[in-house]
């Protein structure tokens, strides 16, 4: 009898490896990035115990190679007419990513999205509303074609305005919206200025990606109340795939698909694995977008594993609370080590505050924090109320500053929502 790999864990295990081992054998006669980097390394030996003796593969490691093998560097297994799909990052920090798809990683992408929908219970007669501008950036690109193939009817809305969106997506009765937190926010806003009822629509569920907000509590509610529909978060990335989504009766975090995908949590500094319930970063290895793999890949984002079992009965590693931060976006401020979703999570409890900006200067011999705030009803208690809850919960004074609502940029897309200046 063929044994469940979602509730047995020694059989995905023993699935995991195989494909590991199968993967490694296919892609490095033809891969020079990783043959490079795994030279003398017999496939037919690596187990999820001896993963660890692989090298790890960083984001600047890959923009690296892109720079010195421009345009696509060399993370590419076969011909290059064989790749039939370009995306790459926003670049925000830096130079875009490229990210290059044969059919069958792209089709295996897809697959990841129809194991995300069977997880939040998608139904034959759900209409699902993209409400994001398809450009390059990879977003939900896969959503939408792994949407169309399972059948159902699917609404591109990009290109639009944000009351345009709304009503189109209203009058198409939408039951799901994929877009950014920041964006189900927005088209709220927008939506009660219209006079639009969206507690009251066909919408039941938002999928959000793109930044931590679909797991930070108080953001989470915020959307949940203001569209009357349950939130999802998606855990993914251009160059390794969409992974990660909250299942129904566990709210507050997301499993990791790790039929498709081996997932560690290690100490940022050394490099050493970590236990369920400790806070590290995780590593993720995919194991069926042969076309430009990523082995031990260093996601750069915070997590810590559940060591509960799920009550939906999945044995894949769940993330409580989601991406808790990225390694990178991490400050210290009075020896406490802080993440700016954990201010998200404070100021989105305040009803009057809307866009937000964090800024940190690290330049003066201490880390001073500055909230800039658009607050709808510019009052001055407001301040006071959010530097006292972030003196209570974070430990230190923040400045914090009421600007007029509009004032600050608003994204669609993600959200840069932290400014820093460094020594
Ligand atoms: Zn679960």
Known sequence: MRKDLTTDRLALEAQQTAKLQFMLAQILPGNSFHAHKMAGIKPGLITLETLSELPFTSKEELLEDQARRPPYGTNLTYPIHDYYRLHQTSGSKGAPLRWLDTRASWQWFLDCWREIYACIGL??????????????????????????????????????????????????AATIVCCTPTYALRMAEIAQKDGLDLPNSAVRALIVAGEPGGSIAATKQQIEAAWGARVFDHYGMT?????????????????????????EVIDPASGARLAAGEQGE??????????????RYRTGDRVIVDPAPCP???????IIGGVLGRTDDMFVIRGNNVFPSALENILRRFPEVGEFRIEVDETGPLTSLTLRLECQLAKAHVAEQVCEAVRRELLFRPEVILVAPGSLPHAEMKSQRLVRRMK
Do not use: Y
């Open 239 to 263: 160059e390794m795939g969409s992974l990660g989504i909250e299942c129904v009766p566990n709210p507050g975090g997301f499993h990791l698909l790790e039929t498709e995908c081996i997932a």
């Open 312 to 318: 939906c009965g999945r044995v894949f590693a769940r």
């Open 282 to 295: 995780l590593v993720l290895t995919n194991l069926g977008r042969w076309g430009s793999p990523l082995i």
């Open 123 to 172: 139904k034959r007669e759900d209409r699902l509303c993209f409400a994001f501008s398809f450009g390059p950036f990879v977003g939900f690109w896969a959503a939408f074609e792994g949407a169309a193939q399972s059948g159902n009817l699917c609404l591109t809305a990009g290109g639009m305005t944000t009351s345009a969106r709304l009503r189109f997506l209203l009058e198409n």
